[in-house]
């Protein structure tokens, strides 16, 4: 499905021919993701160095982590831009669109962008710019809500390790443990541990990196479906150890999961 015919359902007068569509991507300064995550985006978007948005709509899509995803951020009615000397640059009056407002931060689209260009003509790329999907709630990252309560999407882990956000990295990376990752296509489980200098977090951070962490199920599912199968993993934290626990112990209490979850026989542990 196209983005255009979802938005087009939620305002019928919503038309491609009007838009543009602004592919925010990193400017050498300033991630778009993060000033998103902040609550900052639509100040940010509003300051430009040209005359970018000569149509009446703005449909924002931010570049996520990985290849050809784009958060979508809104559909924007634009106004005529007022060059501010001082800053030398063109600022715009942009008012979201409301009946597309419950899509914001919650919409994925999937879409190859072509080499560098940021701002398009909606009608030549409205077909090429397709749903991935739509998250239940808008994308953001709190504060560590406490290790019992940690479930995230590929996604959000790569949000965090890459933005390195401190109360997640404090807390992953003073505890040893047991976690869990889980395959949300298959049902299948893979039961894991950390132990020593960096704990969950070095091995949440190899995970964010490249999905399989090294592990020999891991690895093998995402050579034979692509890399882009982990974005359908979630990761979740099964019990926590002091740093200095011997390795022993948490490969000890590593088998007991594997066991009680039986991810050895049914599930995605090789042993």
């Keep these: 499905m196209r983005i255009f015919d979802l938005l087009s359902i939620l305002n019928p007068s919503i038309r491609p021919d009007e838009a543009k569509v602004h592919l925010a991507s990193?400017?050498?300064?300033?991630?778009?993701?993060?000033?998103?995550?902040?609550?900052?985006?639509?100040?940010?978007?509003?300051?430009?160095?040209?005359?970018?948005?000569e149509r009446k709509l703005v449909v924002s899509l931010i570049s996520l982590p990985g290849s050809d995803r784009w958060l979508f951020a809104g559909v924007h009615h634009s106004t005529v831009p007022e060059w501010v000397e001082g800053k030398k640059?063109?600022?715009?009056?942009?008012?979201?669109?409301?009946?597309?407002?419950?899509?914001?931060?919650r919409l994925v689209a999937a879409f190859r962008r072509p080499g560098r260009q940021s701002y398009l003509n909606a009608e030549n790329w409205a077909d090429k710019i397709q749903l991935s999907k739509i998250f239940g709630e808008q994308l953001s990252i709190g504060e560590f809500p406490g290790f019992k309560a940690v479930n995230l999407t590929k996604e959000e882990l790569e949000l965090i390790v890459r933005q390195s956000l401190e109360s997640w990295r404090t807390a992953l990376s003073n505890v040893a443990g047991v976690y869990l990752i889980s395959d949300t296509v298959s049902g299948k489980l893979y039961v894991g541990s950390a132990a020593g200098e960096g704990g969950i977090w070095q091995r949440w951070s190899s995970y964010a990196a490249h999905g399989h962490g090294g592990n020999i199920e891991l690895r093998k599912l995402l050579a034979e479906e692509g890399t882009d199968r982990a974005k359908e993993f979630r990761y979740s934290i099964l019990e926590i150890a002091d740093l200095h626990a011997s390795h022993l112990d948490i490969l000890d209490r590593e088998s007991h999961w594997k066991d009680i979850l039986m991810s050895r026989a049914y599930g995605l542990n090789a042993n």
């Design 26 to 53: 990193w400017n050498g300064i300033e991630n778009p993701i993060d000033v998103y995550l902040a609550g900052k985006f639509e100040e940010w978007q509003r300051w430009q160095r040209r005359r970018n948005f």
């Design 89 to 105: 640059e063109y600022w715009y009056e942009l008012t979201e669109d409301q009946s597309c407002k419950e899509m914001n931060g």
